[in-house]
DNA sequence: CCGCCGCTCCCCCTTAAGATAGAGACTGCC
DNA sequence: GGCAGTCTCTATCTTAAGGGGGAGCGGCGG
């Protein structure tokens, strides 16, 4: 023996449902050239499994509890800017997919890929090459020819999609109705919306907003 | 050996990520009472695996491409009428949660549920005991307590979910402005609701929509 | 048979929403 | 300094939405 001493892939994973867990766990640790150093269960978790273990991997969904995965990217990437990061996630959303492949995450694929695809997409993003599947890598195009909301404008749109008048959304606010109203105008020329119902339709469908 | 000749519990998964589907029969498979004897990644891979193996227990993801969970309880339980099903999924409005229970299904839990909750989920609707997890059980008496829509109701609260204007409303139900007015009147009254923006955000989060 | 319910249509009225067209104050950047 | 973008506010006007009624008609079960 004493044959080839390559270290494998190591590999921290971070997904609320114990399921999910077991299931990446099941094939990684299979792989002779991979092996899952540490396992999270909410945002904070996985902040602190990365800082301690510093995985070659870190393989993330974006819904989680405590801190949502774009806030880990960011964070995780603040600890380290080489960090290789592997977004795993059922949500397409176009806005999820850009904000965090232009923060920096490697790689990014929906969880109904098959095993095959996984596999190859993490030890791509283990060699620091960048992987997107076909279908996220067209809704990141897609995304980019988008007018972008202000901050402001994201305010509002969250107080809309809960239902709130323009006068309640001034209120909380603390601005005028009018200007709620000029935010909300702002909002369906941006997202292409004749009325504030439509506008939460394609915010939500762009992820924008999360309900 | 010749000890005891005790059947495993057979079991169907149906999930439309291999990767939960991975994890889950990785956790069956480990128990030595029970076994994993077929997998289905849509609708109706779901009702022809359960046709052809008749399982003791099928569990079930309620979100599947093709045909929906519920449809898919419905259609089993017409092949066989006392089919054990435990639904297994991520989504926790109230309203699949009801109905899937007031048809017939045996066990109803999160996918965030604990490995251990899981299998003695499996084990309890394996002996046609019912399953359901506390607070899947509170959401199921909260809907109970909520006035029902009519199917009427349904098709006009989709169209207002969509963002469409009342006249529009009209025109594709084929019905007067005044009345999808009085189909979106009773809508906002029966969920409690003092705009249609409100009203879409509540029914989402009780499931009577999926945007 | 009658009453309940769901679906349809109608009225009037008030308020909210959206369209249009400005303008001042602040930021950061070139 | 000037320019761009954002956030703020103003005013007016038209249309859509929502509140409160009433009412006819068909099916279904007591």
Redesign the interface.
């Known amino acids: 023996m004493a044959a080839v001493v390559k270290t494998r892939i190591s590999v921290v994973l971070a997904d609320?449902?114990?399921?999910?867990?077991?299931?990446?766990a099941?094939?990684v640790n299979q792989q002779p050239d991979m092996e899952v150093v540490a396992e999270a269960g909410d945002g904070d978790e996985a902040i602190a499994c990365y800082e301690r273990h510093r995985p070659d991997v870190l393989v993330l969904d974006l819904r989680m509890p405590k801190r949502d995965g774009v806030a880990v990217v960011q964070r995780v990437l603040e600890i380290n800017p080489k960090a290789r990061i592997l977004i795993m996630t059922?949500y397409d959303g176009d806005e999820d997919i850009f904000q965090c492949l232009s923060q920096g995450a490697k790689g990014y694929l929906l969880?109904?890929?098959?095993?095959q695809e996984?596999l190859s997409a993490i030890r791509a993003v283990s060699e620091d090459r960048p992987y997107t599947s076909t279908t996220v890598a067209a809704k990141a195009l897609q995304r980019m020819a988008k007018p972008s909301l202000t901050q402001r404008e994201l305010d509002v749109l969250q107080l809309?999609?809960?239902?709130?008048?323009n006068k309640d959304i001034a209120r909380r606010l603390s601005i005028t109705e009018g200007t709620a109203k000029t935010h909300v105008k702002a909002i369906l020329t941006k997202l292409d919306?004749?009325?504030?119902?439509?506008?939460?339709?394609?915010a939500?469908?762009r992820g924008l907003i999360h309900?």
Chains 1, 2 share one sequence.
Do not use: F, Y
């Open positions: 609320d449902h114990p399921v999910v867990r077991d299931g990446l099941a094939m059922t969880k109904d890929a098959p095993r996984i809309v999609a809960e239902g709130r008048s919306a004749i009325s504030r119902t439509e506008a939460v339709a394609v939500h469908k309900l």
